[in-house]
């Protein structure tokens, strides 16, 4: 049960503030405007020179060796729903840190997410 | 076409590819990740010779590669869609996954996950009628 609840909680906290650092680092890049594959790559090979970047890969490879530990330990029906719970602490630094304005809309489509997490989380199975 | 739908257009687009190939990864991960049996401890060795067995494994390589796939097409949207609009928008790929792990990797899966699924994606419908983008690009 601990193991479970330490992982979780690596899947939840590094991977969302890794994600997080991840959205700073792109808006600091700009929209990408082109499609094409070379345009892509030169924008990721941008994004790659900013720290931001590399703190959100080391923060997100944490939460991705956590997640497969889960995954060695409980069904792939579980984990991804639950991991869910990152939409609520992602759309919460997403106000608080990237200055993102959430509406009542998006807070009420988070909450149910939220909601939905729960009633998986507590559904009956591994 | 005015900018606003060009967006939205846009980033239809991008979260459908992302919520088509991450439930295939997942599913690539679980499958490899079972066969590979629980995590005995978390003593240094235990711990090598866990993700070493989890490295060697074709099928995590082939999760790996899918979810490679939808990294990059995250990191673009993320150029000009909030975080807080994305996120919860990508959640629908949690009721592929559940599909998946139903009809694929045949476990069971309980009334009440289904209802909180479908609750995942009826959040996920109500962010996806929200702006994508609240702040100055």
Not at chain 1, 46 to 56: D, E, H, L, N, P
Not at chain 2, 74 to 85: E, H, I, K, T
Not at chain 2, 105 to 110: C, I, N, Q, R, W
Request: include cysteine; hydrophobic fraction near 55%.
């Amino acid at each position: 049960m601990l193991t479970r609840f330490i992982l979780y909680f690596l899947i939840i906290v590094p991977g969302t503030a890794g994600e997080m650092c991840m959205s700073h680092a792109m808006k600091k890049i700009g929209e990408v405007t082109d499609f094409r594959p070379h345009s892509i790559a030169r924008v990721l090979g941008r994004a790659m020179g900013t720290s931001w970047f590399w703190i959100g890969i080391t923060m997100m490879a944490t939460g991705f060796f956590a997640l497969l530990g889960m995954l060695s330990v409980a069904n792939v029906s579980f984990v991804f729903p639950a991991t869910a719970l990152s939409y609520a602490v992602g759309t919460l630094g997403g106000k608080a840190f990237l200055k993102e304005q959430v509406g009542t809309q998006r807070w009420v489509g988070v909450l149910v997410v939220c909601l939905g997490v729960l009633l998986v989380a507590i559904g009956k199975g591994k | 076409m005015k900018p606003a739908q060009g967006l939205h257009l846009k980033t239809s687009i991008l979260i459908l590819i992302m919520v088509s190939v991450a439930p295939l990864g997942d599913m690539f991960l679980g499958k490899g990740m079972k066969r590979i049996g629980a995590l005995p401890g978390w003593t240094p060795s235990e711990l090598f010779d866990f993700f070493f067995r989890a490295f060697t494994s074709g099928t995590i390589w082939l999760g790996i590669g899918l979810l490679l796939a939808f990294f990059v097409a995250y990191l673009v949207v993320l150029s000009w869609a909030d975080y807080s609009y994305v996120l919860p928008a990508s959640s629908l790929s949690s009721f592929i996954v559940a599909l998946l792990a139903r009809f694929v990797l045949h476990e069971s899966v309980a009334p009440t996950r289904w209802v909180g699924i479908s609750l995942i994606c009826l959040g996920v419908f109500v962010v996806g009628h929200t702006h994508p983008r609240t702040t100055e690009p």
